[in-house]
């Protein structure tokens, strides 16, 4: 086929209207029979998923390519329908943005460890995990010292635990340099290179921080250290409210999500940790927005774990909320994951992701439930996760005729 | 991936053989359960298309791409194997070949509707529906009276009705003008406009034919005006026939479905109104062509007024017909659609289009019957209609192995 960027197809199609629509993320959802036969999908009691999944088109999507295991950030940017082949950001930028860390053209962002070095060595990549508390003032006391290298403004802002992140502001920055990290414990500390001669400079400047951090950080016991990875500049994205012709509400706990979604346009509000806050907050600002952005984490959490038993009980408690969430109305349900997160392989894998999507012009009534095998057998088949948001445009009667 | 034009490939491919092909597109055949749970398809009486599902592979095409609703063009470009992306088709074009107008390189056509007008407001955009008899005659005096506006040649076509074609024909025309059509009765006359600074020339002589016939016609009634839209120059396409490597044949009713095989190069022979009509014509032609491409119209026109009950009786009138066609003793046949014309939609839509082929060297035996989720759940599963010239010529033995 024709090398057509699709979202430039489709934000020419796009009209507003005043339907609603529902992206439920069910992160890492999807799983495979492993050593039990069953999925956490196919055991978790979900009376109401099921009952959606009979009025819904099921399938299944494939999050990149065939074969191809997404980090967070690929998987979520097909759902948005932003090519992850085309569009690639690094976690550096995930991480500040999840933080609120403010990112521009001129800022190179990377995520920092507290790391604890004896000489030479690292000997703890996580500087004995210091509470947040801990870290922060640590943070505020390296922010005081350090202001400045070489021109490029250095600002540091805490995370949790051992976890900070640092932002390089100035003219000539390159985030084609390598991770200031050497992985394991018990190994050297490794210096950033650069990976082209036009970043020579930056690998310069990073290198000049992590050894004035370790001379200001000298009289630390464990936060003595930093290690830093994930370098990245702001990619730019296509406004996500503009191309599609819709008022966008994110609503995740974690960072790195809240961060995805600051990041293509949509407005993030404020959450708290549980998905019963979540529906709240849903419920809340209904009335505000046209899409929403609904991301639950711990089912990807627990199947990082190998916890099967973890893994069913947030199923079905999402499933417990469920009547909550369609009573408010939607026009659109769609409900996925980014990826498969297999007890079995303890992290993201590259099946395809069971999906479901309801509207009144959905090809209901040949699934029965929502699982990897319903699915796989539902009435839209194997597609594309970047398919995904022209499909609910076209659900939602959003999107125009192509031709004549 | 590598960027393949999939249409020079399989005509790389392409041999000769005796093979006869059959390609029967009912237009907008594919549907929702809508309201009632069923589709036209589930609930007509079928035990001639459902035989020949059970000798056939069955899967369902994406016309476009997934959420993409095609226009007429595009769903049938798809068909014949040109990529809808690549090659768009201006309806003025699919107006103007569907009533034989001859089209070349320097002509820009435009479909017309005879309206009223009432000082500088439309009041009917169509004239109050004139007879074909009456509109033609007012199509001939114009004709006799513009003959050319700066060097360019106007030439005029009557349609049914109210409608006619303009054909512009000289240098430097440029299709990127816009519509000279208010949309709506009661609205004041709009003029067109370029889009672009090429096309100044072509918007000026557009608004000048308009004044001109607008002079012309001042003491009728109610032909006293003109409004034009769709204008389009002549899309260069590749010869369906030279690619193929086939003498192919098209047997349509409606003048659109006439344009778009002309336009590919098909030779469109005469034919009545009817179905049986159309297998009259077949049957007649079936010696001297190796590729009918035979559209059944009236699935679509019943889906766009939403009559389920008409929708079911055009297919089981289809499915009548359907031994007298197979009789001729096709090597391969396939049944589908253009697009999904959903009776609650009342209009096209993006849903996968029910497919089947039947050859001897089909994988048959895992469906029952030929209606929507029999074709999602079929054995070639859902693919883009652009596939299906490809997997016809295959099964016809008309394509040589790729790579040694």
């Known amino acids: ?96 943005l999840g933080i609120n860390v403010d990112v521009g053209e001129k800022d190179l962002v990377a995520r920092a460890n507290f790391a604890t ?29 350090i202001r400045e290298i070489e021109g490029i403004k250095i600002s540091l802002y805490p995370g949790k635990e051992h976890r900070f992140v640092v932002k390089f502001t100035g003219d000539g920055l390159d985030e084609r340099i390598t991770d200031a990290d050497p992985q394991k414990n018990g190994k050297p500390i490794v210096w950033s290179e650069p990976l082209v001669p036009e970043a020579t400079f930056t690998a310069r400047i990073v290198n000049e921080f992590l050894k004035t951090l370790r001379e200001v950080l000298k009289d630390e016991t464990r936060m003595n250290f ?75 959490s627990y199947g990082e774990d190998g916890n099967f038993d973890a893994k069913v009980k947030v199923i079905e408690e999402l499933d417990e909320k469920l009547p909550d969430i369609l009573d408010l109305g939607f026009d659109v349900v769609v409900v996925t994951g980014d990826h498969s997160t297999p007890i079995i392989q303890k992290g993201h894998s590259w099946h395809p992701v069971p999906f479901m999507i309801y509207s009144r012009y959905a090809r209901y009534g040949l699934s029965e439930k929502f699982d990897e095998f319903e699915c796989a057998r539902g009435v839209l088949g194997t597609f594309y996760a970047l398919d995904v948001m022209s499909l609910m445009m076209a659900h939602a009667q959003r999107l125009e005729k192509y031709g004549a």
């Open 117 to 145: 070095v004896e000489g030479d060595t690292v000997v703890d990549r996580r500087a004995g995990r210091p509470s947040t508390e801990e870290s922060s003032k640590v943070v505020a006391r390296l922010s005081e010292k």
């Open 226 to 300: 930093a290690l830093l990875r994930g370098f990245s500049k702001y990619p730019r994205l296509p406004n996500f409210q503009d191309v599609y012709k819709l008022k966008a509400c994110a609503i995740a706990t974690y960072p790195m999500y809240r961060g995805i979604a600051k990041l293509v346009g949509m407005e993030v509000v404020d959450c708290g940790p549980t998905i019963a806050d979540e529906v709240e907050v849903l419920r809340k600002h209904y009335q505000d927005f046209d899409f929403f952005y609904f991301h639950v984490k711990k089912t990807d």
């Open 1 to 96: 086929m024709v090398q057509v960027d699709r979202q430039d197809l489709v934000s020419e199609l796009a009209v507003k209207s005043d339907t609603k629509l529902l992206l439920l993320v069910l992160d890492g959802v999807g799983d495979t029979p492993g050593d039990r036969g069953k999925t956490p999908l196919m055991v978790a009691k979900t009376p109401n998923l099921d009952e959606l999944a009979r009025k819904s088109e099921l399938g299944q999507t494939i999050p990149v390519l065939m074969g191809i295991t997404p980090g967070s950030g690929p998987g979520h940017l097909s759902l948005f329908g932003y090519d992850p082949l085309k569009y690639q950001i690094g976690r550096g930028i995930l991480e500040a």
